[in-house]
């Protein structure tokens, strides 16, 4: 088995922190380890991690990549979930002449058993490179490097024998993402798990056979914390939030001013932070200024408050999120490629969200989307650079959405709404006879 020289990639081993170089070393070494023993009949090169090792040193020595594109591989029936990948040096390494990513659906919040984890190490040590990411950036577990003709044995054995499917890739919907939510945090504001798990089972054709413009996420954060960044990740982001009052108690409140409580949950704790200090770390940081602390009591402008979550996070014992809950419906978020990267602009500002109605208000505005967005998107247009070439006022009609003074681009950037008249109750005719009236005429 041929052993690369690796001195540029041996510098990346050399910092504090942990290095995918010497993950990758491991499992050369773990498979040669094992064929020698013959404990493992590899049905992909035994040297594949050892060939990955000397590719990307060629790369660095080159400065360019030795991957290309070859051409489209997936299973039978699926147009997503595997991403070809070729070396164009395959005579100097033939451990990677194939090395596609195969895609997995990870589940809501990524809870896992250990027996699942070991059957998806087997399979991978078998039928792959050994070498997973955990996880992608979409969310998926992917399964980095394996040959065409392993392609259909993976997809059986995870579907038939894990249960679990391939997640998306290409130009269709991505595979749905969520916080762990009502699964383990007190913060959430709806079930962020069971609403990720109804839509993927939903719009499984749209996942795995590619009919849109571009690409396009879901993501589900249960409260604006945002722990999967839906904000900022995802074509359509849904953030908890409610609609009443931050929920106080007076007594807990008096706990952190006295010590008794440690604020932010104890994460200070050994740093020389001092005392609480609730005016310096709550009063003064609220962004929109609507909290009071005076005469040991706390009080919040709830009408301003802007759901940052600050305060909630600084005294979780005192504060809490209000009971009446649901969620905020964002679109267009994307990362750099075209124009620049993309926040979510605001679509819904509240809606519930519940089982109850296997989720239909969500789901409508999600189809009005779509099929404005297969009509106007041109190919390889993101929502969001479709809502920018067209104007938010159109993605608002076609959502089937009301229309609202905070759908706006930015906060305070552009509030004007621009109204039809004959969408107006009563129309042109009754504008025009009012100011008639008015100046008799
Ligand atoms: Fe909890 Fe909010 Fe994070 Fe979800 S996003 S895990 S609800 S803090
Ligand atoms: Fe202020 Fe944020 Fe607390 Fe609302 S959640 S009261 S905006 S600090």
Known sequence: MAQHKTPLLDQLESGPWPSFVSDIKQEAANRADKAAKGEIDFQIAVDCPEDLLGVLELSFTDGETHWKHGGIVGVFGYGGGVIGRYCDQPQAFPGVAHFHTVRVAQPAGMFYKSDFLGSICDIWELRGSGLT??????????????????????????????????????????????????????????????????????????????????????????????????????????????????????????????????????????????????????????????????????????????????????????????????????????????????????????????????FREVKDVIEGIWDWWMEAGKNRERLGETMKRLGMATLIKAAGVEVDARQVQEPRHNPYIFWKAEEVEGGWERDINEYRKRHQR
């Open 133 to 358: 990411n955990m996880h992608g950036s979409t969310g998926d577990i992917v399964l980095l490097g394996t040959t065409t003709p392993q392609l259909e044995e993976i997809f059986y054995e995870l579907t038939h024998n894990l249960n679990v499917d391939l997640g998306g890739s290409g130009s269709n919907l991505r595979t749905p993402a969520a916080c762990m939510g009502e699964s383990r945090c007190q913060y959430a504001c709806y079930d962020t798990q069971e609403l990720c798990y109804n839509l993927t089972q939903e719009y499984q054709d749209e996942l795995h056979r590619p009919a849109f413009p571009y690409k396009f996420k879901f993501k589900f954060d249960g409260c604006p914390n945002g722990c999967v960044a839906s904000i900022a990740r995802s074509d359509f982001s849904v953030i908890g939030t409610w609609r009443d009052e931050i929920r106080v108690d007076q007594k807990a409140v008096a706990a952190y001013v006295g010590g008794e409580y440690p604020s932010n949950a104890g994460a200070h704790a050994g740093g020389n932070w001092g005392k609480f200090d609730i005016k310096a770390e709550i009063v003064d940081l609220c962004p929109s200024q609507c909290v009071r602390y005076e005469n040991g009591k706390l009080e919040i402008n709830d009408k301003e408050c802007v759901r940052c979550m600050h305060c909630i996070n600084t005294m979780p014992r005192a504060l809490r999120i209000g009971n009446d809950r649901g969620a905020t419906i964002l679109c267009g978020a994307k990362a750099p490629i075209l124009d620049g990267p993309q926040m979510g602009s605001l679509l819904v500002p509240f809606i519930k969200v519940g089982a109850d109605n296997d």
